[in-house]
Each structure stands twice: as C-alpha cells, then as structure tokens.
C-alpha cells in the first residue's frame, strides 16, 4: 500500500490541529481555573491529568474497534439469548 505525499500532510497537519486545539483548551481550562480561585496544582498533577485523558481515549478507541470489528464479522448476529423480548419462541 502506497501513501501518498498528499495524504501524509494531510494527516500531520490534521494531527497538528487537534495538538492546537487540546492546548488551547487545556490553557483555557487552566486561566478558567485560576479565575475561579482554584489552587495550583504541580506538574505531577498534570502529568497524572494527562495520562488519565489519552488513556481514557485510547480505551474508548479500543472499545469501539472492537464493537465495529464484532458487528462487521457477525458476532453479533450469532448470539441466541432467549431471555430477549423481541424475540419469537420458535426462532432457532
């Protein structure tokens, strides 16, 4: 599979924007914070802030790769649960 120049900008420059656009927001959660009053916290806080986000995404990333892989392969439709109620009794 060949990437193209094209495609490869595409994608660091849209890798660039979403860092942009998390810094900007963690810089604005940050002035909001010291506006209400709220105290300092120290680079571990941060650091511990951090891998809290990316893990949470990567999870969700994770999850819904699994959902999307599960529905495309059939597992799905595989499972007989006769506790469902939109179920027939004679469907087998």
């Known amino acids: 599979m060949k990437i193209s120049r094209k495609s490869?900008?595409?994608?660091?420059?849209?890798?660039?924007l979403?860092?942009?656009?998390?810094?900007?927001?963690?810089?604005?959660?940050r002035l909001l914070w010291a506006g209400l009053g709220g105290g300092t916290m120290s680079v571990h806080g941060w650091i511990a802030l951090a891998i809290g986000i990316i893990g949470t995404l990567l999870m969700a990333l994770v999850l819904m790769g699994l959902a999307f892989h599960s529905a495309r392969r059939g597992y799905d439709d595989r499972v007989i649960d006769h506790r469902d109620p939109g179920r027939d009794e004679d469907q087998d």
């Open 18 to 29: 979403a860092a942009a656009v998390a810094g900007g927001v963690v810089l604005g959660i």
């Open 8 to 16: 490869l900008l595409r994608l660091f420059l849209s890798l660039m």
